[in-house]
């Protein structure tokens, strides 16, 4: 018989790989959202960004010890909680070697339309004026509200028209929370009619088959962006076994776009309604608004006018579920959103599968866009020919258009289908602002393109601009002038898309650095641009990548003489 010794100078591993669980850490989160030991529930990969969200409100951080503890409580791998918290840039994780951040966070909006309003040299003098142990100064992305330019976030509290004065008398008063918002109540709009078209449907007065005649004759269209008609999308869902999920995306990051936003302060039961008729169509399972982060008093509205809901019998408890983005332009990506959603990066699926086939949690899933649901039951009740009879120039329906940049009233505005950009300015926007002539502009925000003042009078829809390689996308109008710089103008847009970029396929998350990296030298090299544009479009997975050279190729296409007259020289 053998015997076998074992190695006495042989290690062995007694307790798992990794930092050591912080059992106080895990008894302050069961504290903070639940005991999971007695709410399984809480352990939902798809409540990941919640329970982040709930911790960085908390503690106003993500320490790297919450984070293990959050990985225990969900039963998840650490890596998966890591991976996921620092791919959001509302997330501020800290290493066990860092100190907390400050206290107080000041976001500079440096979207184009802040740039045109100077938001730059505000960011600068905050800055100079910041304590850094107390108060930090941030750049961020567009935050929706770009008719009142330059913006500052102020803790959560945003600032239009911002000043270095009107944020220091923010800070000294203490005004960190959002504005609260005035909103009609649910008795307000069902005393004009609201939730009929609702009640018609589920009892039988209303047909899911007549309501899409009505949407097609209307010529409804998903209005975020890609223009795909509401019902033949209605159509496909429901072809699909179920069960089915209805989400809605507002999510509106597009710089330049802040339509959704406007319709949801002001009317958020009509978009409910609209959203809830969605849900009906596709008989989904439940209703998912993902909301987007920069617009905190909006979650307190969705929230209360849900609960209002739940409260009169009009949906069952937790039928619709409202969930917080976290900083990421490309969940506005459809599939991006799902994977969100789903507590994981927001980062674009393959496809196909399209998301109508295989969506949230792997099921049949409707997509639709804010302003798209918000129409649904006004179309119903107006009639679809009064909806199609808006239209200018042979185009079809009302656009809202996000307007900023060089105008005398930006703003949104409600306008026919197919307006121009001269008719758009003068009848809408009170012309140009004072001082200012047009120089370009352009017509879907960053992604859409760029355009001069020669081609104002492009009819401005769907299918209408993409011979001139624009697309209206948001209809989100930034309006440039004669004082305005080019160059400016195009590094601003592809470092947005290059820090936005989700760095998933390498086309856009190379070709965005590079063509910035180009787009900075003293000279332009028209050929290398073109070539690296090919690739970018022909190869990146999802839309950002395809579209981030659009605004340059509008440049070097429509703006040579422009551009050398501000001395930015173009080689080929």
Not at 456 to 469: A, M
Request: with cysteine; aromatic share 6%; glycine share 10%.
């Amino acid at each position: 018989m053998t015997v076998q010794t074992v190695n006495p100078k042989r290690r062995f591993r007694g307790k798992p790989r990794g930092r050591e669980l912080d059992t106080d850490e895990l008894a302050a989160l069961r504290l903070l959202i639940g005991d999971e030991r007695e709410q399984p529930e809480m352990r939902r990969r798809d409540l990941l960004i919640e329970h982040l969200h709930a911790i960085q409100d908390s503690r106003g951080h993500l320490p790297l010890a919450a984070l293990r503890a959050l990985a225990s409580y969900m039963n998840l791998p650490m890596a998966a909680v890591y991976e996921t918290a620092t791919f959001y840039a509302h997330f501020d994780v800290t290493h066990d070697d860092q100190q907390a951040p400050p206290a107080i966070t000041l976001r500079v909006c440096d979207s184009l339309s802040c740039q045109l309003a100077g938001a730059e040299a505000l960011r600068a003098r905050l800055e100079e004026g910041a304590d850094p142990a107390e108060v930090r100064v941030l750049r961020a992305p567009c935050m929706g509200r770009c008719e009142t330019a330059p913006v500052v976030e102020v803790g959560h509290r945003h600032l239009g028209h911002a000043t270095p004065e009107s944020v220091t008398a923010a800070l000294e008063a203490g005004e960190l929370h959002p504005d609260s918002i005035d909103w009609p109540s649910l008795a307000d709009y069902r005393a004009v009619g609201g939730y009929t078209l609702l009640a018609d449907c589920r009892e039988g007065r209303v047909s899911v088959e007549t309501l899409m005649q009505e949407m097609e004759k209307a010529g409804l269209r998903g209005l975020g962006g890609a223009g795909f008609p509401t019902f033949r999308k209605w159509h496909f869902v429901r072809a699909e076994p179920g069960p089915r999920y209805c989400v809605i995306n507002a999510d509106e990051g597009e710089p330049g776009t802040f339509k959704d936003r406007y319709y949801l302060e002001r009317e958020p039961h009509r978009f409910l309604e609209g959203a809830l008729v969605s849900a009906w169509a596709v008989e989904a399972e439940a209703l998912y608004i993902y909301l987007r982060d920069e617009y905190p008093g909006l979650h307190r509205v969705l929230r209360e006018a849900t609960e209002e809901l739940e409260q009169a019998g009009l949906v069952d408890p937790g039928y619709v579920v409202l969930r917080r983005g976290a900083g990421a332009y490309i969940c506005g990506e459809e599939s991006a959103l799902i994977e969100s959603l789903e507590g994981k990066p927001g980062k674009p699926r393959h496809r196909p599968p399209f998301v109508a086939q295989k969506g949230l949690f792997d099921r049949p899933t409707l997509v639709n866009n804010v302003e798209t649901v918000y129409w649904i039951p006004v179309i119903h009740k107006r009639g679809a020919e009064w909806f199609a009879s808006q239209g200018r120039h042979g185009r079809k329906g009302l656009r809202s258009f996000s307007v900023s940049g060089r105008v005398r009233y930006p703003g949104v505005h409600l306008a026919p289908a197919g307006i121009t950009l001269r008719e758009l300015v003068d009848e809408y926007c009170g012309g140009m602002a004072d001082g200012h002539r047009l120089l370009g502009y352009l017509p879907g925000g960053a992604s859409g393109g760029i355009l001069p003042a020669s081609k104002s009078d492009v009819p401005l829809d769907f299918d209408t601009l993409q011979e001139h390689g624009c697309f209206i996308g948001s209809a989100a109008i930034i309006v440039l002038s004669d004082q305005d710089d080019l160059r400016g103008v195009a590094t601003n847009l592809l470092a947005f898309f290059a820090d936005e970029s989700c760095g998933q396929c390498t086309p856009c998350r190379v070709g965005s650095e590079k063509m910035l990296t180009l787009l900075e030298r003293p000279e332009w090299d028209a050929a290398a641009l073109d070539r690296l544009s090919q690739v970018m479009m022909d190869a990146s997975i999802c839309g950002l990548g395809q579209a981030a050279p659009n605004p340059v190729l509008g440049l070097l296409k429509d703006f040579r003489t422009e551009l050398a007259d501000q001395n930015v020289i173009v080689r080929g």
